[in-house]
């Protein structure tokens, strides 16, 4: 199993570009997630996913869109990039089971909004 | 609203000594508790977990966490701590009764001095 993938590893964006981050799984999990990690403010949800069809918004989605058209994968898309938006982005899958079960995060991208 | 708190943002302490990095938590309810890695440059790796059962949680690496319901804290240990395990550590917290999303603390940086 590769677990789960996150392309590309770093991006250089100017400010009002607009890329997707790709994320896909192979352990047919119904639970997916954004994060952002930033300097001292730990991780920070942006949007998640509890199946193909369902998104819902976590504590930092502003300027964030996601889709969940497969079980496998959850894109991030910025629309319109900020230099705000500069931070390590992971991608995180997990079964739902009541809860209890443990995220499997991915590699990270690494993007930098000029 | 659950929250969590890892109170030392560094913990430093020497090759072969014991390590303790703190967690302490506030959720309703019967909490699931994590307990995640992060080596430079990586993803979060899954170390711990405690759902239910006996408090002493045993995990990878030779660490292990104990969960105290009276003091909401759930501490990771090791009794000898080694150089490679100088790393970021992430507690997390699942409220429970159906509840999927987790919260993270902001992380504590542990440096092993040799």
């Known amino acids: 199993n590769a677990g789960v993938t996150q392309t590309p590893k770093f991006q250089v964006l100017k400010t009002g570009q607009s890329m997707t981050l790709q994320c896909a799984q192979d352990m047919n999990h119904e639970y997916m997630s954004w994060y952002r990690q930033d300097p001292g403010m730990g991780l920070r949800l942006i949007h998640y996913?509890?199946?193909?069809?369902?998104?819902d918004q976590g504590e930092v989605p502003n300027g964030y869109n996601v889709s969940r058209s497969t079980t496998e994968d959850f894109p991030l898309r910025l629309l319109s990039a900020a230099p705000s938006q500069t931070s390590v982005y992971f991608c995180?899958?997990?079964?739902?089971?009541?809860?209890?079960?443990?995220?499997?995060f991915g590699p990270g991208t690494r993007l930098t909004v000029l | 609203a659950q929250s969590v708190a890892q109170p030392e943002d560094q913990v430093n302490v020497a090759e072969g000594n014991p390590l303790t990095v703190k967690c302490t938590y506030s959720?309703?309810?019967?909490?699931?508790l994590f307990w995640y890695v992060q080596y430079p440059n990586r993803g979060l790796q899954f170390l711990l977990k405690?759902?239910?059962?006996?408090?002493l949680v045993k995990g990878s690496y030779g660490f292990e966490a104990e969960f105290n319901k009276s003091q909401t804290s759930f501490h990771l240990k090791k009794p000898s701590a080694l150089v490679s395990d100088s790393a970021l550590y992430f507690c997390?917290?699942?409220?429970?009764?159906?509840?999927?999303?987790?919260?993270f603390g902001r992380g504590t940086s542990l440096i092993v001095h040799p």
């Open positions: 959720v309703s309810g019967n909490p699931y």
């Open positions: 405690y759902i239910t059962g006996d408090n």
């Open positions: 996913s509890v199946g193909a069809g369902i998104t």
């Open positions: 997390a917290v699942i409220p429970g009764g159906g509840s999927y999303i987790p919260t």
């Open positions: 995180a899958s997990s079964g739902l089971a009541g809860g209890a079960d443990t995220q499997y």
